[in-house]
């Protein structure tokens, strides 16, 4: 099993409509919880970071956390053609601060 | 936020040559960092941890005398990939973690590296 997991996709969504992108994660020590963007040929730019269960917004973004399944979401609301990307789910565990990532779901918003 | 760069931004070499890819940290210092490699359409997947004033942390798998990794300063990390092969192109990102207490890690721009 892998230590993070995500649907690769494609996920293609209209314009205007809500893309949401899902994660699980198979260790419970798991503490942090991050959502990175990134664009073809460029580095991840971090989009949200969660800590604690419950939802975090900021906004047309919506990142969700459910410690006790294990699971991390991510909401993107009004999406835009913009918004087009492979997004990576990480975790960090323990205090190495070592990212894991998920293998990304490439998301494309159609106009 | 905390700016990361790296140098070159891509670079092509023959086989057999060696590269050695800077890591800077601009305007903060880093006592840690990290180098991922990153193939095409696969994720970012951790070689090293990279330790000021000390040796680095080699992921399994990852051969340290293929890939010497050294932090001489607080801002600075390289990577130096020794005898490159073809299979050695990829997609090499640093990121260093933010201020103490901080979890974001600040990622530089990557390199692109080609050999033929």
């Known amino acids: 099993q892998k230590e993070v997991e995500q649907n690769s996709g494609p996920l293609s969504v209209p314009e205007g409509a809500i893309a949401s992108l899902n994660c699980t994660y198979s260790d419970r020590g798991s503490q942090s919880f991050f959502w990175y963007r990134q664009y073809s040929g460029k580095s991840p730019e971090l989009i949200m970071s969660?800590?604690?269960?419950g939802d975090k917004e900021d906004g047309r973004f919506t990142a969700q956390l459910n410690k006790a399944s294990q699971y991390v979401s991510l909401l993107i609301r009004d999406s835009q053609p913009s918004d087009s990307a492979t997004y990576l789910c990480a975790v960090i565990k323990g205090s190495a601060r070592q990212l894991t990532f998920g293998s990304g779901t490439q998301l494309t918003v159609l106009p | 936020g905390a700016v990361v760069s790296q140098h070159p931004s891509w670079v092509i070499c023959k086989s057999g040559t060696s590269v050695k890819i800077e890591c800077r940290s601009l305007?903060?210092?880093?006592?840690?960092m990290f180098w991922y490699r990153q193939f095409p359409k696969q994720s970012l997947m951790l070689m090293a941890t990279s330790n000021e004033g000390s040796k680095a942390t080699y992921e399994q798998g990852v051969e340290k005398d293929k890939f010497l990794i050294n932090h001489a300063s607080l801002t600075l990390s390289t990577l130096t990939v020794t005898s490159a092969h073809p299979e050695d192109s990829s997609f090499y990102i640093c990121?260093?973690?933010?201020?103490?207490?901080?979890?974001?890690?600040?990622f530089g721009p990557g390199t692109r590296l080609l050999v033929l």
């Open positions: 305007d903060f210092q880093a006592t840690t």
């Open positions: 990121s260093a973690p933010g201020l103490a207490g901080e979890e974001t890690q600040y």
């Open positions: 969660i800590y604690s269960n």
